[in-house]
T-cell receptor, first 113, second 112 residues
Framework: GAVVSQHPSRVICKSGTSVKIECRSL??????MFWYRQFPKQSLMLMAT?????????EQGVEKDKFLINHASLTLSTLTVTSAHPEDSSFYIC?????????FGQGTRLTVV | GESVGLHLPTLSVQEGDNSIINCAYS??????FIWYKQESGKGPQFIID?????DKRQGQRVTVLLNKTVKHLSLQIAATQPGDSAVYFC???????????FGRGTSLIVHP
């Protein structure tokens, strides 16, 4: 199957700083990638759809100025959590779509202290 | 809005037993269903899928059953092993969409 790589797997940052998470499709090109957020013992919640070469589409309730998404190439999408606060601490997961199937990255555990 | 949900949040079984994880969905427009396995600290991993024109699909040690009449989906794992311990999510795709909507998840605990 297709491989999606996410980096970093874990990050700890101070309140007020920004953190960038990368999502790469390693062996295929992905015009569309997705970003999810997952709280402990809960399901995955779709945050936004990242479209190569155009603006991301955010789900209702997700602040686009808080969670900046850039999809500059067919193999890379980035999620930047700006001015992070402790309540942004969560598990962030990306996925890429290939031939109608979604392939997921290994996730990034963000802890804001 | 419409959502995918699970009946059992936690399922404990003995190694070697068969496991059945259930899922209810409510979106009648969904035509593609997927089961994912998520181990602690990792992303979801595809297990098996089924389209709405099928009632049953089998993989290696896993079987998915779809009952469209009552909008119910189940995942059967044969001869459950400790390595099967994880959270299992069902997800649905609405017709024409490739963005899965995830259910709540069931934690499967396999005791040696």
């Amino acid at each position: 199957g297709a491989v999606v790589s996410q980096h970093p797997s874990r990050v700890i940052c101070k309140s007020g700083t920004s953190v960038k998470i990368e999502c790469r499709s390693l062996d295929f090109q992905a015009t569309t990638m997705f970003w999810y957020r997952q709280f402990p013992k809960q399901s995955l919640m779709l945050m936004a759809t990242s479209n190569e070469g155009s603006k991301a589409t955010y789900e209702q309730g997700v602040e686009k100025d808080k969670f900046l998404i850039n999809h500059a190439s067919l193999t890379l999408s980035t999620l930047t959590v700006t001015s992070a606060h402790p309540e942004d601490s969560s598990f962030y997961i990306c996925s890429a779509e290939m031939r109608t199937e979604a392939f997921f990255g290994q996730g990034t555990r963000l802890t804001v202290v | 809005g419409e959502s995918v949900g699970l009946h059992l949040p936690t399922l404990s079984v003995q190694e070697g037993d068969n496991s059945i994880i259930n899922c209810a969905y409510s979106n009648s427009a969904s035509d593609y269903f997927i089961w994912y396995k998520q181990e602690s600290g990792k992303g979801p991993q595809f297990i098996i899928d089924i389209r709405s024109n099928m009632d049953k699909r089998q993989g290696q040690r896993v079987t998915v059953l779809l009952n469209k009449t009552v909008k119910h989906l189940s995942l059967q794992i044969a001869a459950t092993q400790p390595g099967d311990s994880a959270v299992y999510f069902c997800a649905e795709n609405e017709r024409g969409s490739y963005i899965p909507t995830f259910g709540r998840g069931t934690s499967l605990i396999v005791h040696p």
